[in-house]
């Protein structure tokens, strides 16, 4: 169910969401850190997701994704 897998997502993004799926995120995202050369490892992609996640950046960044993405998608 798209809607389940959405929330799910939203949740761990926000980190209300299971330690599993929440770690899994902070790993895809430091991947993508490391690969972007925002990170000098992914050991450091993944604390830094981690830490955005924890402080809220990424509940913001999706509510701007969000907002930029109505009616476009």
Do not use: F, I, Y
């Amino acid at each position: 169910n798209a809607g389940e897998s959405a929330a799910k997502m939203e949740a761990a993004l926000v980190g209300d969401g299971s330690k599993v799926v929440s770690g899994s995120v902070a790993w895809n995202a430091g991947v993508m850190l490391w690969l972007a050369g925002m990170a000098e490892d992914w050991s450091a992609g993944r604390k830094l997701a981690e830490e955005t996640m924890n402080r809220g950046g990424a509940r913001a960044l999706l509510g701007r994704w969000r907002t930029w993405s109505r009616g476009r998608l």
